[in-house]
């Protein structure tokens, strides 16, 4: 069992940056592949970014150029660094872990861009 805890989502203007983090348990992480996902009212879930545990990474077209996700296998935590934030990237953010077929997933965390 894994439990991701993701913080550092909040309000911020259009043109602003925010840092989000999601720290995982367990002595494994280095092994899951991680994913960053978010959902916007009405909307369905959609991936925004992921990274391989070899460290690849992948972004959605809407955010590519601005975000870039990160891991720290010593801290067990995996980064997602948002710039140049727009209106449309106002979602719940949630962290994803995945291994061998099996998917974990954190509570998520507000990001709202707005003036």
């Known amino acids: 069992q894994v439990q991701l805890v993701e913080s550092g989502g909040g309000l911020v203007q259009p043109g602003g940056s925010l840092r989000l983090s999601c720290a995982a348990s367990?002595?494994?992480?280095?092994?899951?592949?991680m994913g960053w996902y978010r959902q916007a009212p009405g909307k369905q879930r959609e991936l925004v970014a992921h990274?391989?545990?070899?460290?690849?990474?992948n972004y959605a077209d809407a955010v590519k150029g601005r975000f870039t996700i990160s891991r720290d296998n010593a801290k067990n935590t995996v980064y997602l660094s948002m710039n140049s934030l727009k209106p449309e990237d106002t979602a719940v953010y949630y962290c994803?872990?995945?291994?061998?077929?099996?998917?974990?997933w954190g509570q998520g965390t507000q990001v709202t861009v707005s003036s």
């Open positions: 994803q872990a995945g291994l061998a077929g099996r998917e974990y």
């Open positions: 367990g002595s494994i992480f280095r092994l899951f592949a």
């Open positions: 990274i391989t545990r070899g460290g690849s990474t």
